[in-house]
Each structure stands twice: as C-alpha cells, then as structure tokens.
C-alpha cells in the first residue's frame, strides 16, 4: 500500500501525558499537511510543511502542540499535557501538488 | 474568510433514485473546490475537484459535481444511488495562498442510501 499511513491508529491516554503521533506520506509528496476533527465535524486545518519547513501553523496549534518533519520526510504531531478537549481524530495529508489532498486513516485520541 | 456550508445533516435516498449533496462556500478569489467521502473509522477520500474549465466534474464512482459561480454554489450528484453509497460527504474549498492550499470544509453530510 503506497498510500498515506499514520501511527498509532489509536491512542488512549491520561490528562497530562504528552503523546506523538507519526505521519508517513506518499513517498514523491512534498506537501504535508495535519487536521484535526471532532465528532460531528469537518477537519480543521492545524499546520503546513513543504519539505522541512513549516510555512504555516494554525492558531487551534496551541503552545502545547508541536509538529516537525525532519529531512521532508515523515512528520510528527506530539501533544504536551493532554487536555480532555484534545481528544480528536487526528489526520494527516499529502499531495505533490496545490491541488488535491490524499488523506491517511488518522488516529483517533482519548484522554481520559 | 472562506468558509463553506453544508445545509443538510443527512440526505435519505433509495437505492437506484438520483441523489444530490449540497454545498455552498464563500471565498475571496478563484475558488478550488473539493468533494471527500468518509466511511466509518477510515480517512477521507477524494472524490473529485474543480479547479478551473467546465462546470460539470466527474470524479470516482459515479459522482460528479456542478460548479454554479453565481450562486456560489457545487452541489454532488449521482444518477442512481447505491447502498454503498451510504458515508459521510464533506465538501472543502480553498484559494491558492503562499503555493497550497489549506482545505476549508464543511461540517459534513451523512448520506444514508435505502435498499
């Protein structure tokens, strides 16, 4: 399968725990994006890399979210002191062009 | 700002009637518009896009939709519905900001198709 995979599918954590997930594109994409979405909701736009560097960060990207994607490859989303209201889907995207996004399954987090 | 609606929660439909999603969005400039499906548990799908060109776009599994620049409007359609069919439906827009594009959705339409 040669398409957008992320790790952990689930995570279940407890508030105050950081977590990191782990977002793997398609190999020739060099547009990354992360989303996040809630029950009953579309995804909303968190953060933007092209190759390493991160060209735009959400301002739902609290200081206790951060994101890198280190030699433009794969990229990570670590949440510091999780929150109740951090419990998401957590989506991850890529696409080699400005046009169409090609999605990952995301993973699903529940702070307890 | 841009945004995007999605008037219904849910559309009903029988299996073999014609159906139709709606959406409506708002955008400074040329918008790019995007349809995606969810299935339960999965990522979203791409179904199809409009960027430029005809009207009328045709994407995977039968879909199309119908750009409309005055009432702003790019509704999904499909001429016989499938029990398959059955997901969830978000439409998304975006402008061309810095090279990328930062998909804008809605809040999603649930689409359940009857036998």
Redesign the interface.
């Known amino acids: 399968d040669t398409g957008?995979s992320?790790d952990p599918r689930h995570k279940i954590t407890k508030r105050g725990q950081n977590v990191t997930f782990r977002c793997d594109p398609i190999s020739e994409h060099n547009?990354l994006?992360w989303?996040r979405q809630t029950l009953?909701?579309?995804?909303?736009?968190l953060t933007?890399f092209?190759n390493e560097a991160q060209?735009?960060k959400s301002r739902l990207l609290s200081d206790r979210f951060s994101a890198e994607r280190p030699k433009g490859s794969f990229s990570t989303l670590e949440i510091q002191r999780t929150e109740q209201g951090d419990s998401a889907m957590y989506?991850c995207?890529s696409?080699p062009t400005?046009?169409?996004?090609?999605?990952?399954?995301?993973t699903r987090l529940t702070v307890t | 700002a841009q945004s995007v609606a999605q008037p219904e929660d849910q559309v009903n439909v029988a299996e073999g009637n014609p159906l139709t999603v709606k959406c409506t969005y708002s955008v400074s400039g040329n918008p790019y518009l995007f349809w995606y499906v969810q299935y339960p548990n999965r990522g979203l799908q791409f179904l199809l896009k409009y960027i430029t060109g005809d009207n009328l776009v045709k994407g995977s599994y039968g879909f199309e939709a119908e750009f409309n620049k005055s009432q702003t409007s790019f509704h999904l359609k499909k001429p016989s519905a499938l029990v398959s069919d059955s997901a969830l439906y978000f439409c998304a827009v975006s402008s061309i900001s810095g090279g990328y594009n930062k998909l804008i959705f809605g809040a999603g339409t649930r689409l359940a198709v009857h036998p």
Do not use: D, T
């Open positions: 957008v992320q547009r994006y989303y009953g909701q579309g995804p909303e736009f933007y092209q060209l735009e989506l995207a696409s400005h046009h169409e996004q090609y999605f990952g399954p995301g």
